[in-house]
């Protein structure tokens, strides 16, 4: 049937132009050709993310640098803020790094508040904390903005953030945020293939992580920065990701920041309207939701609308479309379309189309 246009949370759709830049003739990752690729686009990237600091990329998933940054900046202990799937996996991942780390678990479909975080830091156990700002799992937003605010009651706290999904459709000023660390995979938001990591560090957390003996060398933050200071990664990158970004930057940098983040409001806000059309509720609290994608109820909260999802995704996938039929715990009693990355109001009319006429054979 060709190929079924991805609606899930990731991997997304990546266009024909990003395709194309990807597959631009090889360069030496050691040459000056590289050097001038990355010297082209860190200011773009600077701009992106609202920061005078250096902009990493990482051959690896996110997950790549979200256990290095539990290796680079924990020596006393961790609060993983736990809110879903993903941000309850980095408490694992601490656990496993030989971390001493505390969950602070919130219930699926919440968000995590700066007050909860504040009375765990009051202890002064802590030396640096998890965040996911986008929760895939569940379609919640965490208030990062209130969060980050807690940095200066407690400087010598880490604060480590993932915006893996939300990272280039929501505004996120790294420098006034204050936080330590912001990473987001290109699978995403960005709407790249999968394989790379974004990430900027604060001169506090690479400070920390030169006191850390044991931070390992692919994932080191040090050695980040040392080479991006030549224009250069600490090992060989995955070249084709770059020529991607860059291509993708333009994309960015044409339509406009503000308009990308209002774009990606507004199609939310669609998701959210179409969901309401056939009687479903929204998984997440009420004034928390995704902007880059949508959870919706079908079963896991009393009320709304239910159907069958796996027959619901059949229906939509013969039409050519690709929904997420939930995940971990809340997989079949939730639902989640993505609207992140290229997509347009009419790429999603064309997907709101597809579903209706998938809701009249139900």
Known sequence: MGHVKLHIPGPVE??????????????????????DLYAKIQPQLQELLYTKQLVYLSTSSAWGVMEAAIRNLVSRKVLNCMCGAFSDKWYDVAKRCGKEAEPLQVPWGSPIRAEQIDARLATGQFDALTLIHNETSTGVMSPVYEIAELKKKYPDVMFIVDAVSSMTAVKLEFDKLGIDVLLAGTQKAFALPPGMTVFVCSPAALAKAATMKDRGYYFDFVEFQKNAEQSMTPSTPSIGHVFALASKLEDIFQEGLEARFARHKKLAEMTRAWAAKHGFTLFPEAGFESVTLTCINNGAKPGGRVVDVP???????????????????????????????????ATMQQLYAALDNAMKQL
């Open 14 to 35: 990546v266009s024909e132009k990003t395709f194309r830049a990807f597959c631009t003739p090889m360069i030496g990752h050691r040459s000056q050709a590289f050097k």
């Open 311 to 345: 027959k619901l995704q059949k229906l939509v996938r013969e039409q050519g479309f690709l929904i997420d039929g939930g995940y971990g715990k809340i997989k079949g009693t939730t639902f989640r379309i993505s609207n992140m990355g290229d997509e347009t109001e």
